[in-house]
DNA sequence: GACCATAGCGCG
DNA sequence: AAAGCGCGCTATGGTC
C-alpha cells in the first residue's frame, strides 16, 4: 500500500502527539480543533501546502444516498496536522461556483496522491464525490473499517470510538442541521471534529493493526482492497430489466388481489397482521394452536400453519408470498432505482465473520424464484455472468477438519449433498416407497437390475443428471444440504426432527432422527474437530479462520455453562468456516478485477460465495474460463500461505440471474 | 413525527 | 436444560 511520501518530520510530530493523547489519556481536545473555512484562492493553497503524511478526509452530504433526487455534498473536509479545512460547496454562505469546486477538487486530489489518505467509511465519502465528480480518490485507511478488524464485536461509529480512545466528549449535531440546516460556522466546527478524530485515529489503530501481523494482513489484502473496488461496483449497480420488473409487477398483483380474495370468507381483519391473525384461527376459528413464538404468543409462522389442516391456511401463505415479494422487491426497490440500475450499498463491516452484508436494498435476499431474479440482467452490449464456489464451506469443513471421509468426497470429486442423499437411501434399504423410487429410476435408466445397482448408477450419474430424470432428486439434494450444513455446526437431533416435519412434511420419531444425526457422524466423524474449536476458544478466547482472520468469543471464556457460552462454542466452530469461504470470494473478486480492465469486467454484486459481474460479450468466454481457475486456486493464497489437500471447484452461469446457463450451453446458443 | 420491538421471511 | 451459523427488510403495534 502507499503510504505517503516521507516527510520525516512531520510524520514524528504526528507520532509525538499520539504520545501525548495515550499518556495524558487524552489532551484538552478543543485546543486541537483549529477549524478554517476555506473561502479564498489563498486557503485553498494553504490548505494544498499543508496536505502532507497523513491526510484525512471527510464530507457532509445533504442525505444518505447520492442518487437521492437532490442529492448534494454540503462540506468537503480536510483534515491536516493542524488544521481541519472545510470547502462548502452547497450551502447558503458558499463563495464557490461549481467550476471553483471542480478546480479545487482536482488539486486535492492531486495533492492526495503523496498522502496516506484517511477516512472513516471512506467508501461513502468516495462513491459521492466520484458520482458528483467523477474524481476517483484513494482510500489508503478507514479508520472504521481498521477498527472493524481490531474488534468485530463492538460499533464503530467515530463518536464511539473517540470516546474510547480518547475520551473526546460528544459533539454530534442534529442531522437537519449537518445537512445544511445550520450556519457554516457551526457545520464546519463539527466538520473538524470528525476529520481531527479520524485523523488521530489512524496512529492508534496502526498501532494496533501493526501488533497482530495476520490481522494486519487482512486488512491491507482484502479490507482496505475491498473498500476501493466496492466504490466502483457500488458505482456500478445491478442492472434491471424494465420489461421483466412490469411483468413480475403485474403477475404479483393479480395473484395477490385472488390470494385476498380468497381470505375474505374467512373474516375481514388484516391477514398482514400476526397478531390479528393468530386471533383469527385460534380463538374465532377454534384451531389448536400448533406453536408458540418466542416471546410466548400463539405462532402464525409458516412451519405452525403447515401443522394446521384448514382450507384459509393455503390461501394465506399465498397471500404473505405474493405480498412479500410485491413490497420486497417491486416496490420495495423503486425508491432506489436510479436510471435502470440497483445501487445496492455493501457494508464491509457488516457482520461478525468477516461476511459483507448488502442493503438499500439489499441484494443478498433476492429470492431465487426466477421471476424476481431474472430482472437482474445487463445491458445491451453486456452479459450477466454468475460465479459461485461450489459446496465451498464443506469443502472448507473438510479442510480445516482434516475428517479423512469428508476431503476424499471433495478428491474424488463428488458432490457431498448428493452423498448423504445416496447414503441415507441406503440406510433406508427394505423401505418400499423408496426402494421403489430408486427402481423406478434405474427402470428408466434401463440397466440397473436391483437396488444396490440404482444407488451406485445414482452416485455415478451425479445430481444434474438425476433431476432431469425426475425433479423429486433435486428436492431430495436440498434437503441433505440442509441435514449436512445443520449437523455439521451442531445441530441436535430435536432441531432436525422439527425441521424435517416444518419443511419437508417429514414426521419421523424421535429415534430416527437421533439415528440420522449418528449416521451423519458415522459417515463424516467431525466430532474431534468440533472439540478441538470448542478447546481453542475456550482457552483462546478467539478463534482463527485458515486466511487469519479473528473471531472473538469473549462467551466461551465464561466456563458457566451458559446460553451464551454455548453458543460462543458453536460459532468457534462454524465462524472459520464461513468466514474463510467469505475470504476465498472476495480473493477471487480482487483478482478478477485486477486482470481485467473496467471497460470489459464490471462486478456488480457478490452474495457470499458468489460473484455477479458484468462482462462485455466479446469477453464473456475469456472471463467465464478464467474465473473458473482463479477459483480453483486465487493468487493470493500464496501471500497467506495458504495450501489446501481440498480442490476448490468453481461454477459459472450465463446470463440473467437465476435463468443462467453453463460455458458450453451458452456457446451452443451463440 | 420519530423511534423501537416483534413477527415473519428472503438469502448464503 | 438446551444447543446450527450469518444477515436486512417489511408490517404491525406500541411508546415517547
Wanted: with cysteine; hydrophobic share 40%; aromatic share 10%.
Amino acid at each position: 500500500m502507499r503510504e505517503g511520501r516521507p516527510v520525516l518530520n512531520v510524520l514524528e510530530q504526528d507520532l509525538q502527539s499520539f504520545h501525548d493523547i495515550i499518556k495524558f489519556g487524552g489532551v484538552p481536545y478543543e485546543r486541537k480543533i483549529n477549524s478554517r473555512i476555506v473561502t479564498t484562492w489563498k486557503h485553498v493553497d494553504e490548505m494544498i501546502e499543508a496536505m502532507v503524511g497523513v491526510v484525512s478526509g471527510d464530507l457532509e452530504t445533504t442525505c444518505l444516498y447520492p442518487w437521492d433526487k437532490g442529492a448534494a455534498i454540503v462540506t468537503i473536509g480536510i483534515g491536516t496536522r493542524d488544521t481541519q479545512w472545510s470547502i462548502f460547496v452547497h450551502h447558503p454562505e458558499s463563495t464557490w461556483t461549481e467550476e471553483d469546486i471542480e478546480k479545487i477538487l482536482r488539486r486535492i486530489h492531486e495533492a492526495s496522491q503523496d498522502c496516506t489518505m484517511v477516512w472513516h467509511n471512506g467508501k461513502f465519502d468516495v462513491l459521492w464525490l466520484y458520482v458528483q465528480y467523477q474524481v476517483l480518490f484513494a482510500i489508503d485507511f478507514d479508520t472504521m473499517l481498521a477498527h472493524y478488524n481490531v474488534d468485530e464485536n463492538s460499533l464503530h461509529d467515530l463518536e464511539y470510538l473517540s470516546s474510547l480512545y480518547f475520551s473526546a466528549p460528544k459533539w454530534d449535531i442534529p442531522l437537519k442541521e449537518k445537512q445544511g440546516g445550520a450556519p457554516a460556522e457551526k457545520i464546519a466546527h463539527y466538520h473538524a471534529h470528525d476529520l481531527y478524530y479520524t485523523r488521530n485515529l489512524y496512529f492508534v489503530l496502526k498501532k494496533k493493526l501493526d501488533a497482530d501481523p495476520k490481522t494486519n494482513r487482512i486488512f491491507r489484502q482484502i479490507t482496505m482492497k475491498c473498500a476501493n473496488a466496492f466504490v466502483m461496483i457500488e458505482h456500478r449497480g445491478m442492472f434491471l430489466d424494465k420489461k421483466k420488473m412490469v411483468e413480475a409487477e403485474k403477475y404479483l398483483r393479480e395473484q395477490l388481489a385472488i390470494a385476498a380474495e380468497a381470505l375474505k370468507r374467512w373474516g375481514d381483519i388484516n391477514w398482514g397482521s400476526p397478531q390479528q391473525v393468530g386471533r383469527l384461527l385460534y380463538d374465532e376459528l377454534g384451531i389448536r394452536c400448533p406453536m408458540k413464538t418466542k416471546s410466548g404468543a400463539d405462532s402464525t409462522a409458516e412451519s405452525a400453519l403447515k401443522q394446521i389442516d384448514h382450507p384459509c391456511v393455503a390461501d394465506l401463505l399465498k397471500f404473505r408470498g405474493h405480498k412479500q415479494q410485491l413490497s420486497f422487491f417491486i416496490d420495495g426497490w423503486k425508491p432506489f432505482i436510479a436510471g435502470s440500475r440497483l445501487h445496492p450499498v455493501f457494508k464491509l463491516h457488516g457482520t461478525v465473520t468477516g461476511r459483507l452484508s448488502s442493503e438499500h436494498p439489499n441484494c443478498q435476499q433476492i429470492p431465487r424464484d426466477p421471476r424476481i431474479r431474472t430482472i437482474i440482467g445487463a445491458p445491451p452490449g453486456w452479459t450477466l455472468v454468475e460465479a459461485d464456489l461450489s459446496q465451498i464451506e464443506m469443502r472448507i469443513a473438510g479442510e480445516v477438519s482434516g475428517c479423512r471421509q469428508l476431503i476424499e468426497v471433495f478428491q474424488r470429486g463428488m458432490d457431498v449433498h448428493w452423498n448423504t442423499v445416496l447414503n441415507e437411501l441406503e440406510r433406508y434399504v427394505g423401505q418400499a416407497e423408496i426402494v421403489c423410487e430408486t427402481a423406478r429410476v434405474a427402470r428408466l435408466l434401463s440397466r440397473a437390475p436391483g437396488f444396490a445397482e440404482a444407488i451406485q448408477i445414482l452416485r455415478d450419474i451425479g445430481p444434474e443428471a438425476a433431476a432431469d430424470i425426475d425433479p423429486v432428486w433435486k428436492e431430495l439434494r436440498k434437503k441433505a444440504k440442509a441435514v449436512n450444513f445443520g449437523y455439521l455446526f451442531g445441530m441436535q437431533w430435536k432441531k432436525f426432527r422439527m425441521y424435517a416435519r416444518d419443511n419437508y412434511d417429514m414426521h419421523i420419531t424421535d429415534e430416527e432422527a437421533q439415528q440420522s444425526r449418528i449416521a451423519f457422524f458415522e459417515t463424516y466423524p467431525l466430532d474431534k474437530w468440533h472439540n478441538r474449536q470448542k478447546a481453542k476458544a475456550r482457552i483462546d478466547g478467539f478463534v482463527r479462520s485458515l486466511a487469519g482472520r479473528k473471531r472473538r468469543l469473549p462467551a466461551a471464556q465464561r466456563g458457566d455453562d451458559s446460553f451464551e457460552e454455548g453458543e460462543a462454542l458453536r460459532q468457534a466452530i462454524n465462524s472459520p468456516v464461513q468466514s474463510f469461504a467469505n475470504d476465498i470470494n472476495l480473493m477471487v473478486l480482487l483478482q478478477m478485477r485486477e486482470e481485467f480492465p473496467a471497460t470489459v469486467y464490471q462486478p456488480v454484486a457478490t452474495v457470499h460465495d458468489s460473484i455477479l459481474q458484468e462482462v462485455r460479450n466479446d469477453y464473456v468466454e475469456r472471463v467465464a474460463r478464467r474465473i473458473t481457475e482463479v477459483m480453483r486456486q486465487p493468487r493470493l493464497f500464496k501471500d497467506f500461505d495458504i495450501n489446501l489437500r481440498v480442490p476448490l471447484e468453481g461454477d459459472v452461469k450465463i446470463g440473467p440471474w437465476g435463468a443462467g446457463v453453463s460455458l458450453s450451453r451458452w456457446k451452443a446458443s451463440q
